[in-house]
């Protein structure tokens, strides 16, 4: 065990855990500048991700879109992203189509690299906007949304940490080595069991206006989905050929790499809330 980065792991996270789960219990402005802020920076490490694949993504465009898309649920707007997504493709066609061309370079993979990154980093994060605003949008508790947020942070983080130690200790058979060549399928079961522990302990703690069987499946989505979106993730690292997304976060990587289970539990957390009327 490299006990050197796990201090600088539990370091970061004694001094940014509050933040985030404060910013999401409080909501509002503060959420909103939380989480412009992670797709900001994630959009800077996907398009230098890109870039070693010499894709010259169109960073400003990609990322002034990307933060417009939170901008525009945050102020009830939802309804208009489709306008916002279809400024954001006439854009960057025009401007590709006169930009300068550069010897082994597509107009193509470029376009497809901004867009992408707008629709992973932005548009599956902004997910977590949306439900932080479902009271707003339903009428309920606003406050509500704020516990939903946590229990989804902790369980997501819980799984991580469970994963991580059920793996060192018992791990044996490698869960996806192609990707990820230290993931064991124990280290995944325990991170599974641990996420369902941690999000019924939430429920009994301090979440508010879901039953115990909304946050059990919450749990599930966290401990089987969460780890999949970090799949997804390692695979454009590794095609990328870099272990980090980036160097910013000490003892934890880039943004996308503290954030990526979020990714794709977000949008399911938010789709299964609507299908129960929450």
């Given at each position: 065990?490299?006990?050197?980065?796990?201090?600088?792991?539990?370091?970061v996270g004694v001094i940014f855990i509050p933040v985030i789960l404060g910013a999401s219990w409080y909501g509002r402005h503060a959420f909103l500048f939380l989480l412009?802020?992670?797709?900001?920076?994630?959009?800077?490490?996907?398009?230098?991700?890109?870039?070693?694949?010499?894709?010259r993504a169109h960073r400003e465009l990609g990322i002034l879109g990307g933060l417009a898309l939170a901008l525009?649920?945050?102020a009830g707007?939802?309804?208009?992203?489709?306008?916002?997504?279809?400024?954001?493709?006439?854009a960057l066609l025009l401007v590709e189509l006169f930009r300068k061309p550069q010897p082994n370079n597509s107009a193509l993979l470029n376009v497809a690299a901004t867009i992408l990154g707008v629709a992973y980093v932005a548009g599956l994060l902004s997910f977590l906007m949306l439900i932080r605003q479902m009271p707003v949008a339903n009428g309920g508790d606003y406050a509500h949304a704020g516990t939903w947020l946590v229990m989804i942070f902790v369980t997501i983080w819980v799984c991580d940490t469970a994963a991580y130690f059920v793996g060192l200790g018992f791990g044996k058979h490698k869960l996806y080595e192609r990707v990820s060549p230290k993931k064991t399928w124990e280290g995944a079961i325990g991170g599974l069991v641990f996420s369902v522990l941690?999000?019924?302990a939430c429920h009994a703690t301090f979440v508010q206006?879901?039953?115990?069987?909304?946050?059990?499946?919450?749990?599930?989505?966290?401990?089987?989905?969460g780890q999949m979106s970090d799949l997804v993730e390692s695979l454009f690292k590794r095609d990328a050929g870099v272990k980090d997304?980036?160097?910013?976060?000490?003892?934890?990587?880039?943004?996308l790499d503290r954030f990526d289970s979020?990714?794709?539990v977000a949008p399911l957390v938010y789709f299964y809330l609507l299908a129960v009327g929450i």
């Open positions: 065990m490299d006990w050197r980065n796990l201090g600088q792991r539990v370091g412009e802020v992670i797709i900001g920076v994630g959009l800077i490490e996907f398009y230098n991700l890109a870039k070693q694949r010499n894709m525009f649920i945050y707007h939802s309804d208009k992203l489709w306008l916002l997504f279809s400024g954001l493709v006439v941690a999000a019924l206006g879901l039953r115990m069987i909304d946050a059990a499946i919450i749990g599930v989505l966290a401990g089987t989905v997304s980036s160097v910013l976060i000490p003892g934890h990587g880039g943004m979020e990714m794709l």
